[in-house]
């Protein structure tokens, strides 16, 4: 019962953190995502040293993921792009420090910090600017892949009999994907009918169409991004990526959904809004 009840207060504190991220001032929203980035990124790196023949410093990725937040917070807000080059200092630095450092393959050090960030840094930017186009958009993101992950797993439990990938995760079931595709369109349903209820959500312009197909995305690159980082881990040969959370694992364990679906969110709104 212990566990039971550590696990839940873990999941409220995370849960609430990210709600407030996502009704936060601008500025706020840059710092709590900026913080989750970098500690997520030192995470990945603590995890991807254990490979043989990979040894990146864990800090400087973690700073430069930091960085690439606040420099479009910056850009966004005040319409200026030479703090630009402070991000390229340092992604430049991940070439250059290899030159003088007596590792065994330095090439694998430069790739994995280059994977970092376009793994990591880069869809947590697209959260923030998710944010900067509607925290409707950015909420129905997080509460989307939510329904997602609790239907998915409650179909599965309940009915999975077809494996979906059994290499790479045992427990997910073609009918846990569909009871999780299912239960997200409800969902998405739930938030048109509050967006042409409620004034508050009045700056919000998907029609039902544009609502599902935005639950349709987050479903299928939410599940892929759950396999990418399972990947990553058995290729690691680590149950969770961290433990930061009590019940539920590291940072990766957290985010691992968000970061196929953020990007392929921001690219739909760009299109549809």
């Not at 407030?20 to 030192?42: D, E, G, K, Q």
């Not at 009871?179 to 009918?193: E, H, K, R, S």
């Not at 364990?253 to 970061?259: G, K, Q, Y």
């Amino acid at each position: 019962m212990n566990n039971f009840w550590i696990r839940t207060l873990s999941g409220i504190a995370y849960v609430a953190l990210i709600v407030f991220a996502v009704f936060a001032n601008h500025w706020i929203t840059a710092l709590i995502f900026s913080v989750l980035a970098a500690l997520t990124i030192y995470e990945f790196h603590k995890n991807t040293n254990k490979l043989e023949n990979v040894n990146v410093n864990p800090i400087i990725p973690a700073i430069a993921s930091f960085m690439l937040l606040w420099i479009f917070a910056f850009a966004l807000m005040y319409h200026i792009n030479l703090p630009l080059a402070i991000y390229f200092v340092f992604y430049l630095y991940f070439f250059v420090f290899e030159i003088f450092r007596n590792k065994t393959n330095p090439i694998n050090n430069i790739a994995y910090s280059v994977l970092g960030q376009l793994y990591i840094a880069l869809p947590f930017l697209f959260l923030y600017l998710i944010q900067y186009k509607g925290e409707t958009y950015l909420l129905a993101l997080f509460v989307l892949i939510w329904a997602n992950d609790s239907f998915a797993y409650l179909a599965g439990s309940t009915f999975g009999k077809h494996k979906m990938c059994e290499r790479i995760s045992p427990k997910k079931t073609w009918e846990g994907f569909a009871g999780g595709l299912m239960g997200t369109l409800v969902i998405a349903f739930v938030f048109w009918q509050l967006t042409v209820t409620f004034s508050c959500f009045a700056g919000t312009r998907l029609n039902i169409t544009e609502w599902l197909i935005f639950a349709i995305l987050v479903v299928i690159f939410g599940t892929l991004g759950d396999l990418l980082e399972s990947v990553m881990k058995r290729t690691i040969g680590v149950k969770d990526s961290g433990t930061i959370m009590p019940g539920h694992g590291g940072f990766l364990d957290r985010f691992d959904s968000l970061l196929l679906a953020a990007p392929i969110v921001f690219i739909y709104l760009a299109f549809v809004t």
